[in-house]
């Protein structure tokens, strides 16, 4: 029936837009520049220090986004 739904990290969808955005064939900086300044402000409200990745196989603590 599909994924159980996951929590979303910390600013994700800010960072996922901006990923998505320098990932197109057709590369608009203008708009990745909002995007990237969308991502700024969210981490300067939510106060993130840092973002890491993690895979499935990984079964650290301190998934992509939260505070450490």
Not at 26 to 43: E, I, W
């Amino acid at each position: 029936m599909g994924e159980p739904p996951r929590a979303q990290a910390v600013c994700g969808q800010e960072a996922l837009n901006l990923l998505n955005c320098v990932a197109e064939s057709t590369f608009d900086q203008d708009k990745c520049l909002r995007f990237l300044q969308d991502l700024r402000d969210c981490v300067l409200n939510k106060k993130v220090k840092k973002f890491s990745l993690s895979d499935q196989n990984q079964q650290e603590a301190g998934s992509v986004g939260k505070k450490l």
